[in-house]
């Protein structure tokens, strides 16, 4: 599987987007019981397959084909079950699941409104929905996030269409903030080498290129203690909060009575 630094990988994303990812997801499990789960977005399954068992049916959704039969490769044993599709324009009935989430996933629609209104449509009404995504004032540039939200901006959104809505925050300790704050420092370094913006005047396709290139040889070259267990931070050192402030790295939203 091809590394973009976008999409969560064992082995290669830093432990600390690792644990973040699976610190969010560890919240959305303590909010759920037995029934229809819908993971929109799950890369290769490897949270998603977390959710098998206790009486749950849990299937994910990647618009890529070969991620989405790598993920049924993977976990088809556990009982994961994945379809390709967008998160825009869901492939599933209505109503159909007891629980959806999106994790990290919302930010990088141009229309994030019409994936919003996709999940109230194939939530069951009496289910919950979930959607993590970062925090604008903490996020690092990212040609891939073509969305961000603030906590105001994300609870108006979702409010269109769902009756319920709480947002918190995902936050860490000091030692998974230090550890984003030099992976950000690194980032301004090299963002340093072009004063003039000209990487923002490039075709779309190309930045992104441009973007995943630095990050494989960042990953690969200068993150050998930040991968593969080295760095010891593990989902653990983050927590929810409702004090959310700039440096609050993720909005954690809740999300019931749905509207569509």
């Not at 990953?219 to 050192?237: F, K, L, P």
Request: net charge negative; hydrophobic share 35%; glycine share 10%.
């Amino acid at each position: 599987m091809k590394l973009t630094g976008e999409r969560p990988m064992q082995g290669e994303t830093p432990d600390s987007l690792l644990a973040l990812h699976a610190a969010g997801y560890r919240e959305v499990h303590e909010r759920i019981d037995a029934g229809r789960f819908l993971d929109v977005g799950c890369g290769l399954g490897d949270e998603s397959v977390g959710f098998t068992g206790g009486g749950r049916f849990v299937v994910g959704v990647d618009y890529d084909p070969e991620t989405a039969a790598q993920a049924v490769s993977t976990h088809r044993s556990s009982g994961l079950r994945a379809l390709c599709g967008d998160g825009s324009k869901i492939g599933v009935r209505g109503d159909a699941f007891d629980y959806v989430c999106s994790s990290h996933l919302i930010e990088h629609f141009v229309e994030p409104e019409m994936h919003v209104r996709e999940v109230s449509r194939v939530l069951d009404p009496g289910g919950t929905a979930f959607f993590l995504t970062p925090n604008k004032p903490a996020d690092f540039e990212n040609p891939y996030h073509v969305y961000l939200f603030t906590p105001e901006d994300l609870r108006s959104m979702l409010g269109r269409h769902f009756g319920t809505v709480e947002v918190h925050g995902l936050d860490a300790n000091e030692l998974a903030k230090a550890d984003f704050e030099q992976r950000r420092a690194m980032a301004q370094k090299l963002l340093r080498l072009d004063p003039f913006g000209l990487r923002h005047k490039l075709p779309r396709n190309a930045f992104v290129w441009l973007h995943a290139t630095g990050r494989r040889f960042a990953y690969r070259y200068t993150n050998t203690s930040q991968v593969g267990g080295e760095s010891g931070i593990t989902e653990s050192d983050f927590f929810l909060t409702d004090a959310i402030d700039p440096t609050t790295l993720v909005l954690f939203a809740v999300c019931r009575d749905p509207l569509d």
